[in-house]
Every structure is written in structure tokens, then in C-alpha cells.
């Protein structure tokens, strides 16, 4: 993004500033003039000389408002950690029909209502719905989908799909909106992202803006605007890559992550072969999915597009060393590591 566009609008905007802009607009100032009241001021509020009073009363009474709100806002401001664990009223998600055949908990739905933990979510072939949380964001729900409310706490919101299709934009601060799929959890952090999961389990992830993690048991993918990801029943989230990339490389990454013994030789020779500086983003996946040998080629590959910052060594990166791999994250630049792990604690 360019400096230039926080001044006066000149630059090129990053996604992320146009989608806060889209949400704080409501609030945007609507010209014109603070109208104040005329004539003196009441004796209540006057000190000081006669020609003065007017000129003190009111900026002392703006001030002591002003402070008190600041204060005030302070003192009350909640810890995110505890709102993780805070109880919170049930229901603040709205499930409404769009089109088609909607059920809520096996019932036609022919206007909003406020959905239950566990009330199952269906459209028919033909439907769609949304389903909404002011604090949270908005969910638009393709046909023959079926999804369910498993948490709903401020901090903790969790759905879950188990089949169908949903476009997602949430407003909520990262990790505090999770949506289950049969084969792996998609953590959101401040993104717009669309999500399939086939009848299998079989599930897909393709971010909008800014960037999603996709988890499993520890296995992580992190997706940022512009590639997607798929995620398999058994293995958990596959290598993400961007949709630019050749097809040829796609189809590499993808015998790589179903391989069920060692390191798939030709199709890591093609991904290799094939990489770009914009592939980075899946090479440093792959440097903790392959076995020794096939993670020392992709380091040497990753290294020659994007060397690796000080103190990051080939002997700590194939030792796993977590420091080391993220900081060569944060070097690539698609989005810092640090984030997402600050809200992991």
C-alpha cells in the first residue's frame, strides 16, 4: 500500500484499509459546522474576569468530558484473553432464508430467527441463506449446505460445516471465529474467505482478503488473500498455493500431499523446477511435510528466491526450529507469523 493513500487517497489501497473503511463508514464525519449554543454562558459555569468567561467556561467543561469518557473507556476496557472465556447470551446469530428451501432444526424457515447451539442448518439444492452476527460477521450459505452453531461466546465463536458451501466476511479480532470441517478448522484472522467441503470430508479454502489458518491437530496451514488450500479426511490441511500458479505445479504439490510413503521424487523435482518468488509461499510449508532429503532440496530452492534472514540456518530450519521458520515467514511478506501466534496463546 502506498503512504500516500492514509493522506489523500492517492496511493494504492491495501484490501485490509478498504475493508475496515467499508465497516467504520456509518460512522464517517458528514460535514458541517458542531453547532453551539448562543448567548452567555449560565452563571453556573463562569470564572475568571468578566471578558474571560466565556472564553475558559467552555473548553474547561469539553475537556473534563473528554477526560472522563477517555477514562472511563480505560478502566472498562475488557482483557481479550478473558473474553475468550466469558459467558455470553445465547443466540447472537441470525438465520435467514435468501432463497429456495431453508431449514432450521428439520423446520422450514420463512423469515429470521435467532439460531441455537447444535439447530442444524440446511439449504436445498436450489436455496441459500445467511446467517449473521453484528459483532462477528456474515455468512452467506450456498445450496445443499448444512451447518450448525457449536459455540457462541464472546471471543469463541465456532461453527461447523459439514457439507455445502459459505462465503465468509468477518469483522470480529482474529481467532475469534472458528468454523469446523470434517477434516480440519479454519481459524479466521480479520479475512474474507470462501469454503467447500465435498460429501467425502474433502474440503477447500480460498481466501479474499487478508488470511485464514487452516489447523488440525497441531498441522497448520496459513492461507493468505489470493491462494487457496485443500484439506483431506485423515490428513488434515494440504500445502496452500496461490491460484496464479502453473498447473503443472499445482498438480505436484498436490502428489506430494497425498503421498503415503517417502518423498515423491518427480513430483518434487516439478515443484522445484516450477517454483516462483511468489511460491515461496508454499515452499515454506513443505519444509516441515517432506523427510530429510526432500526438505533440504526445497530449502536450497527457497533460499535461492528468498534467502533466509540472520540467524535462520539450514541445520535449525530441517531441525524444525520453530523461531527460525517464522522469522523466515515474516521475511517473505505476506503477512507476520507473530500474529497469529500472539493469538494462539
Known sequence: MSG?????????????????????????HR??????????????VRVGPPRHRAVIAVPLALAAAVALMVAGTWVARPDPRALR???????????????????????????????????????GPDASARLTAG????????????????????????LA???????????????QFFIETPSAVAVDLGCAYRLEVDEDGTGRLRVTLGWVGFELDGHESLVPSGAVCTTRPGRGP?????????????????????A?????????DQVVREARPRDTLSLWHLLTRLDTTGASRVYDRLAALAPPPPGVSKERVLAGHRPALDAWWD?????PVSRYREFMR
Open 4 to 28: 500516500d493513500y492514509l493522506w489523500d487517497r492517492s496511493g494504492r489501497p491495501d484490501p485490509e484499509v478498504e475493508a475496515f473503511e467499508r465497516v467504520l463508514a456509518p460512522l464517517r
Open 31 to 44: 460535514g458541517g459546522a458542531l453547532a453551539l449554543p448562543s448567548g452567555r454562558p449560565p452563571a453556573a
Open 85 to 123: 472465556t466469558a459467558a455470553a447470551p445465547a443466540g447472537s446469530w441470525t438465520f435467514e432464508p435468501v432463497s429456495g428451501t431453508v431449514r432450521l432444526a428439520s423446520e422450514p424457515v420463512a423469515s429470521g430467527r435467532r439460531v441455537s447451539a447444535d439447530e442444524w442448518m440446511e439449504t
Open 135 to 158: 459483532d462477528v460477521g456474515v455468512l452467506r450459505i450456498g445450496p445443499h449446505s448444512r451447518i450448525r452453531v457449536v459455540r457462541d461466546a464472546p471471543g469463541a465463536h465456532r
Open 161 to 175: 460445516l459439514a457439507r455445502g458451501s459459505l462465503d465468509a466476511f468477518i469483522w470480529a479480532s482474529p481467532r
Open 238 to 258: 494440504g500445502t496452500p498455493h496461490f491460484e496464479d500458479a502453473t498447473p503443472g505445479f499445482r498438480r505436484a504439490l498436490a502428489a506430494l500431499d497425498t
Open 260 to 268: 503415503a510413503g517417502p518423498t515423491d521424487g518427480s513430483a518434487l
Open 331 to 335: 521475511s517473505l511478506g505476506f503477512a
